[in-house]
C-alpha cells in the first residue's frame, strides 16, 4: 500500500524529468519560446523535425550553438518567455526591434551572460526597477529607445562595466540622470524624455543632441545653464592680468623640450596627412586604398606619436640613450616586444629608420621601414583605436601574437599612447591580393592561375576558420577580411592581417573601420554576428573569381564592381560562366570546379545572414574542390 501511494508522485518526477529533459534540444526550448509568442507567422519556418542553425529564421549560430535572436521587424506581440530563453546558455544577443510587445520590462536580468539588449520600438511601458541590470555585467549594448517606460533610469544601468551603447531615447523616463561609474560608453541618446537636472560631468562629452527634447535639463554639452551657475554679468568680474612669464633662462629644461615636441610632432603629423589625403585623392575614392606595395616612395621618419624624429643615419650610443631617456620622460615607454622570432628592435630603431609610405586606410596610416638587423617591418598607426586601456590593450595584442597558423599573420610589436597606438609586424614582399589581382594586370595578374586561386581562397577560408575558433566569443572574430588584408608570401600563400580588432576600437567608428560592417544585415538590423565575417569570405571568392574590383571597396560606391549582383543574376539566369575571369575561364577541365566555388561565394554572401553559409559548411564544401 505504501509503495503504491508513493508510485504517482515518482511517476510523476519522472514525467518532468523527461520533459525537462526534451526541453534541452534548442529546437523544442525554441517552439516553447514560440508558443509564447502572437502573430507568429514570420516564423513559420520554426518548424519540428528540422534543426535552428540550418535555415530558422532570425537565428544566429555558431559551431551549431545558438548566440542569438534577431527578431526583428516580424510583427510579433505576446510574451517573451524568459524560462525557456534560460535553456540557451549560448545566448549573448537579443533583437526584438520593431515589434509590438508591451507591457512592464520583461525579467531579462534571469540571462546574466547577454551582452546585446535590443528593444527599441515597441509599447513596453512602466517603471524598471533600480537594481534591474546589477546581475548583466557582460551587457555592451542596450537599445529601449521609442517605448513607453517611466520613472528614474536605473542606477544599476549606469554601473554596468562594459556599457558601450545606450539609448533610451523616445520615452518618459524622468528624474535626474545618475551618473556614470565608468568610461566605456561610447554611443548615448537621452532624447525626448522628461529629465531634469543638471547633466553629469562625464556624459558631458556626447553631442547635445544626445540629450534634446528635455527642457529640465541644464549644463553642458546644453547651451541652458543651471540655476546658481550663472556666469556673472561684466560689471561685477574683477579680471586679474595674467602674471608674467619668467625668464627664458628660468623655464625647466623639460617644459620646454616637451613644447618643442609636440610642436614637431604636429608638424610632421600635419605633413603626412596632406601627403595621404593628396595620394588618395590621386587614387581611387576609397577607404581601402592600401594595395600592399609602396605606391607612395616618398621617405619619411617613421612618426611615432608625441616624439620628435631623430636625424635619418643617426647611430651614435649616446643619442639612443638620449632619445629612450626622453621616452621615459614623457610617459612614452618603448615598444612593447611582442615576438623574438625575428630579431629585437625599440622604439630608437624605429626613430633612426626612413620609412616609405604605403598608404591610408580606415585605421590609419602604413609605412614600411628596415630595422639596423636588415629586417623590413610594416607599421601602421591607427587612430580610433581607445575601447581599452593600457593593460587590457595588452592582453588582448599579446593573445594575437600567440597564434600560430600558417595562414596569419601575427604582430611584433606595439606602442601605446592613448590618442594613438603603433602596431607592428613583417613586411611581406609580394604584397597584398589586392594588389596582385588589380595593381599591375601587366605584370602580377599572370601569376594567379586556377590552382593558385583556389590555394589562396582555401588558404584564407582556412586562417579564417582558425581565428573563429581561438576568438568564438567575438561578435566578429576577424571583422576586416577583404582582399587589401590579405598578404600573400612567395609562393602565394595567404597570411590574414588586420583581424580581431573590433574590441579595441571605438564601437563610434566601429562602422567606419570594420569592412565586416558592410554586411547587408548589419545596415538592415543593426546586429552584428560571426556571419559578417562569412559574408567577406563569400566576396573574397567572388573577387578571385571574377578578376573584378569589388564596388563594396568603395565608400562612395561610384567604381568597381557589385560583384554579389553579378554572380547572384548571373546564377539566376544560368549564365555563371560568362562572369569567370578570362584570364582562368580557359581552362575547361576545371569549369565544373570554378563554377561549384562560384555557388559557394554566392551562398556566403546571401543578403539574408539566415541562409547563408556556416563557415564550418563552407570550410567542407571549399576542402571538397579538386585542382
Not at 536580468?109 to 547577454?114: A, D, V
Not at 529607445?145 to 544601468?157: K, V
Not at 628596415?370 to 592582453?395: C, H, I, P, Q, T
Request: glycine residues 8%; aromatic residues 6%; contains cysteine.
Amino acid at each position: 500500500m505504501a509503495f503504491a501511494a508513493v508510485y504517482p508522485v515518482l511517476l510523476s518526477l519522472l514525467i518532468i524529468s523527461f520533459t525537462t529533459l526534451s526541453l534541452s534540444a534548442p529546437e523544442d526550448v525554441l517552439l516553447q519560446f514560440k508558443r509564447s509568442l502572437g502573430n507568429v507567422d514570420a516564423l513559420d519556418s520554426w518548424a519540428s523535425g528540422s534543426r535552428p542553425c540550418d535555415g530558422w529564421i532570425g537565428i544566429i549560430c555558431f559551431d551549431g550553438i545558438i548566440t542569438g535572436l534577431h527578431l526583428s521587424a516580424m510583427g510579433l506581440s505576446g510574451q517573451i518567455d524568459i524560462d525557456a530563453l534560460q535553456n540557451l546558455p549560448g545566448l549573448r544577443t537579443l533583437s526584438f526591434t520593431n515589434n509590438f510587445f508591451e507591457g512592464p520590462m520583461p525579467e531579462f536580468y534571469r540571462l546574466g551572460t547577454i551582452k546585446s539588449l535590443l528593444l527599441s520600438r515597441n509599447q513596453f511601458s512602466g517603471e524598471i526597477p533600480s537594481d534591474f541590470f546589477q546581475r548583466m555585467a557582460s551587457l555592451k549594448k542596450i537599445w529601449l529607445a521609442n517605448n513607453n517606460f517611466s520613472g528614474n533610469i536605473p542606477e544599476s544601468l549606469m554601473q554596468l562595466s562594459n556599457l558601450m551603447e545606450l539609448h533610451l531615447e523616445g520615452n518618459e523616463f524622468s528624474g535626474r540622470i545618475p551618473v556614470i561609474k565608468h568610461e566605456k560608453l561610447i554611443s548615448l541618446d537621452l532624447s525626448d524624455n522628461k529629465l531634469e537636472g543638471e547633466i553629469p560631468e562625464s556624459l558631458s562629452k556626447f553631442n547635445s543632441k544626445s540629450f534634446e527634447g528635455n527642457p529640465g535639463l541644464c549644463g553642458k554639452p546644453l547651451d541652458k545653464v543651471c540655476p546658481g551657475k550663472e556666469t556673472p554679468s561684466t560689471e561685477t568680474i574683477s579680471v586679474k592680468p595674467p602674471p608674467p612669464p619668467p625668464p627664458l633662462n628660468e623655464q625647466k629644461s623639460g617644459e620646454g623640450l616637451s613644447v618643442i615636441l609636440w610642436t614637431v610632432a604636429g608638424l610632421v603629423a600635419a605633413v603626412i596627412l596632406l601627403t595621404a589625403i593628396v595620394s588618395s585623392r590621386r587614387r581611387r575614392d576609397d577607404d581601402f586604398s592600401i594595395l600592399g606595395k609602396e605606391n607612395v616612395r616618398e621617405v619619411v621618419p617613421v612618426p611615432i606619436p608625441g616624439v620628435k624624429p631623430m636625424r635619418t643615419g643617426s647611430s651614435k650610443k649616446g643619442s639612443v640613450s638620449k632619445r629612450k631617456a626622453q621616452s621615459s620622460k614623457h610617459g612614452l615607454g618603448n615598444l612593447v616586444m611582442l615576438s623574438d622570432e625575428k630579431g629585437e628592435f625599440g622604439l630608437a630603431d624605429l626613430m633612426r629608420a626612413s620609412a616609405e609610405v604605403l598608404g591610408n586606410g580606415g585605421l590609419g596610416s602604413a609605412y614600411k621601414a628596415v630595422m639596423s638587423n636588415g629586417l623590413s617591418v610594416v607599421v601602421k598607426r591607427m587612430r580610433e583605436m581607445n575601447a581599452l586601456e593600457k593593460d587590457e590593450f595588452d592582453a588582448e595584442i599579446r593573445r594575437y601574437a600567440n597564434l600560430r597558423h600558417p595562414n596569419i599573420l601575427t604582430p611584433l610589436a606595439y606602442h601605446f599612447r592613448r590618442e594613438e597606438k603603433l602596431l607592428v609586424s613583417e613586411y611581406i614582399p609580394k604584397g597584398s591580393l589586392l594588389y596582385i589581382l588589380h595593381g599591375d594586370r601587366g605584370i602580377s595578374h599572370g601569376e594567379l592561375n586556377w590552382p593558385t586561386r583556389l590555394k589562396i581562397v582555401q588558404g584564407v577560408a582556412s586562417g579564417l576558420a582558425f581565428l573563429h575558433s581561438e576568438f568564438a566569443s567575438y561578435d566578429l572574430p576577424h571583422g576586416n577580411l577583404k582582399s587589401s588584408n590579405i598578404l600573400l608570401s612567395s609562393d602565394h600563400e595567404p597570411l590574414l592581417n588586420d583581424y580581431g580588432l573590433h574590441p579595441l576600437i571605438n564601437p563610434s567608428q566601429a562602422a567606419q573601420t570594420l569592412f565586416a560592417y558592410k554586411a547587408p544585415e548589419i545596415s538592415q538590423q543593426g546586429s552584428i554576428s560571426p556571419k559578417c565575417d562569412v559574408y567577406c569570405l563569400g566576396l573574397i571568392i567572388l573577387e578571385v573569381l571574377t578578376g573584378k574590383f569589388p564596388s563594396q571597396y568603395i565608400n562612395s560606391g561610384k567604381s568597381g564592381t557589385d560583384v554579389v549582383m553579378l554572380v547572384h543574376t548571373a546564377i539566376s539566369e544560368e549564365r555563371e560562366a560568362e562572369v569567370i575571369d578570362p584570364e582562368i575561364a580557359g581552362s575547361i577541365e576545371s569549369k565544373s570546379e570554378m563554377l561549384r566555388l562560384l555557388h559557394i561565394g554566392a551562398a556566403c554572401t546571401e543578403k539574408n545572414p539566415d541562409y547563408r553559409l556556416d563557415l564550418r559548411e563552407a570550410i567542407t564544401k571549399l576542402e571538397e574542390l579538386q585542382v
